[in-house]
């Protein structure tokens, strides 16, 4: 099909000629916009126009869509489409969704704030040199300046996604990390725990010019126990406290709420005493018979302190040998978190085929890293959300002193 057809400058003056003064419309437009700006840019031309995208239009107007590729939104739409990738299927088909949006945006305030000028957002060939080196991979990634100093550590799920995201911001910050980037570095780690550990750790020491706002401590509330005046143990949300050890902590007191309300449920707990429902008698879930009455003494402190504890041990690693196993950087690869008598000692990798029993093994894999609040925070905090996540009790090394 290629074969025959006409070179990129052949057609390159009609192609300026039927797009004079007209918005262009593309499904992912930016990517269209690009490649017609890149070919322009090789003929010694600076091409401009203004561009709308359907498929951000199309989350505006049709929210709720299973996929807002072309394909499967045309059909959950009932669109007809002919000669499906190719050209002019896709043309034709884009033609008829965009009438469907113009019929859909009754006021066109829409349509008219997302009519931009694509230059603004469009990638320099330098930062498209520096995606293109990079993987869609799991991992910590290091912004440098020319001169080799990081300006910028992150971490993400998909490294190439999240660069492209800094290099088409909008935002203060991303334009001067676009206008200060030289390259990027990384280090794929497999495991989002073990990129959220080194990019806080790497922040504290590099201390990058553009970090400013994560060098602070990444959680706010914290969980505390106390015993009141009838020896039951009682549960706090509380601003977190350095002089105060607490149990877990949480990014903010709305997490911290709703993990406590869920414990209630999943410990047969007492709302008063859990700091939910504030009264000087029984507490609401007593009233329907949900809970056993602790809130009125008529529950024993040692029956109900127990599920109490067995809430704190669950979601606090104090004074345990254990290893959090989650993915690796390949296939047959695991990462390895270490906690040693309820210290975090730092991070490794190993082979599936390696065992790992003790802390005597585990001990010659793990890169030592620094156990303070953030990191506990982080720690707590994934295990929480993770809850298929894979969790060794270790034995101790007898020789440890």
């Keep these: 099909m290629l074969r025959n057809a006409p070179k990129f400058y052949e057609v390159a003056k009609r192609i300026v000629e039927i797009t004079e003064d007209c918005i262009l419309v593309a499904h992912n437009a930016q990517f269209d916009y690009r490649i017609l700006c890149t070919e322009f840019r090789r003929l010694g031309f600076e091409y401009e126009r203004k561009s709308l995208c359907s498929v951000e239009l199309s989350k505006d107007l049709i929210p709720g869509q299973a996929s807002y590729s072309l394909g499967k939104l045309v059909r959950s739409l009932g669109i007809p489409v002919t000669d499906r990738h190719r050209a002019s299927g896709d043309a034709l088909a884009t033609v008829k969704l965009f009438k469907m949006l113009l019929d859909k ?4 305030s829409i349509i008219q704030k ?6 603004k957002l469009q990638l320099e060939p330098r930062h498209l040199d520096i ?5 869609s991979a799991t991992g910590v990634y290091y912004i440098h300046k020319a001169d080799g100093d990081i300006i910028y550590i992150g971490k ?42 080194k990019e806080s750790e ?15 401590s990444i959680f706010t509330h914290a969980l505390y126990a106390f015993k009141d005046e009838n020896d039951y ?11 105060k050890k607490p149990i877990t902590t949480f990014s903010n007191r709305q997490s911290g709420k709703s993990f ?28 329907i018979k949900n809970c056993e009455g602790a809130c009125i003494q008529k529950e024993s402190p040692e029956s109900y302190n127990k599920r109490v504890q067995s809430l704190i041990e669950k979601n606090s690693y104090s004074n345990k040998n254990m290893v959090i196993v989650d993915r690796g950087r390949e296939v047959d690869e695991r990462s390895a978190i270490l906690i040693e008598n309820g210290v975090f000692k730092g991070i490794g990798f190993f082979n599936l085929n390696y065992q790992i ?32 996540l894979k969790i060794i009790q270790i034995q101790p090394n007898t020789n440890n002193t």
């Excluded at 945006?105 to 066109?108: G, L």
């Design 105 to 108: 945006d009754t006021t066109k």
């Design 114 to 119: 997302s009519v931009r000028l694509n230059p």
């Design 131 to 135: 995606i293109g080196e990079l993987p």
């Design 156 to 197: 993400s799920n998909n490294i190439k996604k999240r660069i492209n995201q800094h290099f088409t911001g909008t935002n203060a910050k991303s334009k001067k990390i676009q206008a200060q980037v030289s390259t990027v570095t990384y280090e794929a780690t497999g495991s989002e725990l073990v990129a959220l550990l």
């Design 202 to 216: 790497e922040i504290k020491k590099v201390k990058p010019i553009h970090n400013r706002a994560l060098r602070r």
């Design 233 to 243: 143990l009682n549960l706090k949300i509380d601003v977190a406290d350095g002089r």
């Design 260 to 287: 406590i309300t869920k414990a209630v449920e999943d410990y047969n707990l007492c709302q008063k005493l859990a700091g939910l429902y504030k009264t000087k008698t029984s507490c609401f879930n007593y009233e």
């Design 357 to 388: 029993t003790n802390l005597e093994v585990l001990e010659s894999i793990i890169t030592p890293m620094e156990n303070n609040r953030d990191s506990q925070h982080i720690i707590q905090n994934y295990v929480r959300k993770n809850k298929l």
